[in-house]
């Protein structure tokens, strides 16, 4: 079955950096597309980053823009997310889906993972 | 401010029918499939309706999707109490090239 296990989260201070991971199973990783979407406390769900499914297009959020990369190591099956220049409004749930098959830009996450927590705080 | 609008709550009595709105522009709503999704605090949103009409397998037949225009809406019949969640309506924006979720209705069943 498939499944996307998030990891990486945690409490950082302002200004620094964070790595997070997706591994995935139990489907062709390398054929779909990859997405992050987070929720900040109390808020709702915000479209972070995707990135296609060969990693040829990536696509990002106005508010992250220039500090967050999406990328993806389809050899071991992870989808990853470089989180830098941290600030407090970052701190959310981070869930990594699973998007459209092929090279699709959509809406369609069929399956997520449960979310890490990312604490921006000094 | 979500550039998708949706109602901040809905409720309804068990075996009730609610509809949920989602209103947006020609850039995203007007050319590009809605999806909704449920979630519960704590767990992995569910994809509820994709294509704007479409039922994933799983889910019940009791929630139904439909969109005209710049507008969707996702419409839960024989209402039950584990429908009580948070529901969000989801489309691609042409113009930000990017997703956009609406702030999400929480559906209370009373």
């Known amino acids: 079955q498939v499944q996307l296990v998030e990891s990486g989260g945690g409490v950082v201070q302002p200004g620094r950096s964070l790595r997070l991971s997706c591994a995935a199973s139990g489907f062709t990783f390398s054929t779909y597309g990859m997405y992050w979407v987070r929720q900040a406390p109390g808020k709702g769900l915000e479209w972070v980053a995707l990135?296609?499914?060969?990693?040829?297009?990536?696509y990002y959020a106005d508010s992250v823009k220039g500090r967050f990369t999406i990328s993806r190591d389809n050899s071991k099956n992870t989808l990853y997310l470089q989180m830098n220049s941290l600030r407090a409004e970052d701190t959310a749930v981070y869930y990594c889906a699973r998007g459209p098959w092929g090279g699709v830009t959509d809406a369609h996450f069929d399956y997520w993972g449960q979310g890490t927590l990312v604490t921006v705080s000094s | 401010q979500s550039v998708l609008t949706q109602p901040p709550s809905a409720s309804g009595t068990p075996g009730q029918r609610v509809t949920i709105s989602c209103s947006g522009s020609s850039s995203n709503i007007g050319s590009n499939y809605v999806y909704w999704y449920q979630h519960l605090p704590g767990t992995a949103p569910k994809l509820l309706i994709y294509r704007n009409n479409q039922r994933p397998s799983g889910v019940p037949d009791r929630f139904s999707g439909s969109k005209s225009g710049t507008s969707a809406s996702l419409a839960i019949s024989g209402l039950r109490s584990e429908d009580e969640a948070d529901y969000y309506c989801?489309?691609?924006?042409?113009?930000?090239?990017?997703?956009?979720f609406g702030g999400g209705t929480k559906l209370t069943v009373l």
């Open positions: 989801a489309t691609w924006d042409d113009s930000l090239s990017g997703v956009l």
């Open positions: 990135i296609w499914y060969d990693g040829t297009y990536k």
